[in-house]
């Protein structure tokens, strides 16, 4: 059986970045850049004001003070239709273009009318170029605002509409298809009758995979019969990833690894010494240039959702062109002493004590299936395999949740 990090290595090697794909701005929100992208205009497309108030000649203030003819009113939106000689003002909103001949503005609290058209001033330096944005100071032409590889934010989203972009290059969010799979399983609106249990992993994976920023796509429930899967399966290799939970485990049942074989999924490994989540299994499927990986998570809820964070969050994060590591591992310490049994590296759930300095307790947790105890839990501790004793003040790998 191989070990968390050979299983890592591995998932490394055979998930790559996606194709580039035109998407719309707004869903490009978190994706990589795939082009270079350069502005179509000047921006500001011109001299603009950046104050409501008046453009002047610069030099008629060199007092602080002046009284002006008031040639015109330059809204925004309207062009300046006359030129501003010595002694004069145009009357200016904030970003309309500058008028010919003027170089400065003066904001509006500095000015007073006296009369229809004739304006006394009282402001201090006043310079030329002063409440004035030059013609192409934010963005020239031609010029490369945002490049390759940059994660698009909202803010981004703002850049691109003003140089004229709702459509962008991008390295596209993944999508990732969910098959719960067990024939005891029930819809979350129903309740469970004998021998059955509601899905909680489907809703659980989905949410996962929004928060890993990936597209969940939900397959619903397959029964534990060689046809549903076998149906259901083909739709699920149409994603980018199909995440199936359950069926993966020595029951008699778990007909999931049979059934993805006879749809030219590769087996990559099955089985990894972890606990929860032993059963993992990993293949990948390339058929007429198209490659969808694929993740068969053990069934239990605590092993579904612990496999989806080392693993599948991983995967997600290479296809959508992502380097940095996904994983928000911490060095804790032990808050109190704890005697930890296994043969297998464990995953087990714990509480911040004391978050800002890094201490943690175990939870009391009932294994794999225990996922109501998880909701107490801020981060999973690493323990090694073997039994060990631990000491308060012991330090220990995390995963924060
Ligand atoms: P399996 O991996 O199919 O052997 O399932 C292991 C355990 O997880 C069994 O107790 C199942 O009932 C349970 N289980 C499987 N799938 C789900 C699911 N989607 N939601 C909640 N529990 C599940
Ligand atoms: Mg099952």
């Given at each position: 059986?191989?070990?968390?990090?050979?299983?890592?290595?591995?998932?490394?090697?055979?998930?790559?970045?996606?194709p580039?794909?035109?998407?719309?701005?707004?869903?490009?929100?978190g994706?990589l850049?795939a082009?270079?992208?350069?502005?179509?205009?000047?921006?500001?497309?011109?001299?603009?004001?950046?104050?409501d108030?008046?453009?002047v000649?610069?030099?008629?203030?060199?007092?602080?003070?002046?009284?002006?003819?008031v040639?015109e009113?330059?809204?925004?939106?309207?062009?300046?239709?006359?030129?501003?000689?010595?002694?004069q003002?145009?009357?200016?909103?904030?970003?309309?273009?500058?008028?010919?001949?003027?170089?400065?503005?003066?904001?509006?609290e500095?000015?007073?009318?006296?009369?229809?058209a004739?304006?006394?001033?009282e402001?201090?330096?006043?310079?030329?170029?002063?409440?004035?944005?030059?013609k192409?100071?934010?963005?020239?032409?031609?010029?490369?605002?945002l490049?390759?590889?940059?994660?698009?934010r909202?803010?981004?989203?703002?850049?691109?509409?003003e140089?004229?972009?709702?459509?962008?290059?991008?390295v596209?969010?993944?999508?990732?298809?969910?098959?719960?799979?067990?024939?005891?399983?029930?819809?979350?609106?129903?309740?469970?009758?004998?021998?059955r249990?509601?899905?909680s992993?489907?809703?659980?994976?989905?949410?996962?995979?929004?928060?890993?920023?990936?597209?969940?796509?939900?397959?619903g429930?397959?029964?534990?019969?060689?046809?549903?899967?076998t149906?259901?399966?083909?739709?699920?290799l149409?994603a980018?990833?199909?995440?199936?939970?359950?069926?993966?485990?020595?029951?008699?049942?778990?007909?999931?690894?049979?059934?993805?074989?006879?749809h030219q999924v590769?087996?990559?490994?099955h089985?990894?010494?972890?606990?929860?989540?032993k059963?993992?299994?990993?293949?990948?499927?390339?058929?007429?240039?198209?490659?969808?990986?694929?993740?068969?998570?053990?069934?239990?809820p605590?092993?579904s959702?612990?496999c989806?964070?080392?693993?599948v969050?991983?995967?997600?994060g290479?296809?959508?062109g992502?380097?940095?590591?996904?994983?928000?591992s911490?060095?804790?310490?032990?808050?109190?002493?704890f005697f930890?049994r296994?043969?297998?590296p464990?995953?087990f759930?714990?509480r911040?004590?004391?978050?800002?300095q890094?201490?943690?307790a175990?939870?009391?947790?009932?294994?794999?299936?225990d996922l109501?105890?998880?909701?107490?839990?801020?981060?999973?501790?690493?323990?090694p395999?073997?039994?060990a004793?631990?000491?308060?003040?012991?330090?220990?790998?995390?995963?924060?949740?």
């Amino acid at each position: 059986m191989i070990s968390i990090t050979e299983a890592l290595d591995l998932i490394d090697q055979h998930a790559a970045k996606s194709p580039a794909q035109q998407v719309a701005a707004l869903e490009a929100v978190g994706c990589l850049l795939a082009e270079d992208v350069a502005s179509d205009i000047d921006s500001p497309p011109y001299d603009k004001a950046m104050m409501d108030g008046y453009a002047v000649v610069a030099a008629d203030l060199a007092s602080d003070s002046a009284e002006l003819d008031v040639i015109e009113v330059i809204t925004a939106g309207n062009v300046p239709t006359k030129k501003v000689a010595a002694s004069q003002a145009a009357q200016i909103m904030t970003g309309a273009p500058i008028p010919a001949g003027a170089d400065a503005v003066v904001m509006i609290e500095q000015t007073q009318m006296i009369g229809e058209a004739r304006v006394r001033i009282e402001a201090p330096n006043i310079t030329a170029g002063k409440n004035i944005m030059p013609k192409a100071s934010s963005l020239a032409r031609g010029a490369t605002v945002l490049s390759a590889g940059k994660r698009l934010r909202p803010l981004e989203v703002g850049i691109l509409a003003e140089v004229g972009r709702d459509h962008v290059s991008v390295v596209p969010q993944p999508r990732v298809a969910i098959l719960s799979t067990g024939d005891e399983l029930v819809e979350v609106g129903e309740m469970p009758g004998p021998g059955r249990i509601r899905n909680s992993n489907g809703p659980m994976l989905a949410a996962q995979i929004a928060a890993a920023e990936g597209t969940p796509i939900n397959l619903g429930i397959a029964r534990d019969v060689r046809q549903e899967l076998t149906e259901k399966i083909a739709r699920g290799l149409e994603a980018d990833i199909l995440v199936l939970s359950g069926g993966v485990s020595a029951g008699l049942l778990d007909l999931v690894p049979s059934v993805l074989a006879e749809h030219q999924v590769v087996q990559i490994f099955h089985k990894v010494q972890l606990k929860p989540g032993k059963p993992i299994w990993f293949g990948k499927r390339v058929v007429s240039g198209k490659t969808t990986l694929v993740f068969g998570l053990p069934g239990n809820p605590v092993s579904s959702m612990v496999c989806f964070e080392l693993f599948v969050r991983r995967a997600i994060g290479l296809l959508a062109g992502r380097t940095e590591n996904e994983l928000r591992s911490a060095e804790v310490e032990l808050a109190e002493p704890f005697f930890h049994r296994g043969d297998r590296p464990t995953l087990f759930p714990a509480r911040w004590v004391n978050a800002a300095q890094r201490t943690a307790a175990p939870l009391a947790w009932k294994g794999s299936a225990d996922l109501a105890a998880m909701a107490a839990a801020d981060l999973l501790l690493q323990f090694p395999a073997g039994d060990a004793e631990y000491l308060a003040g012991d330090r220990i790998a995390g995963l924060v949740l």
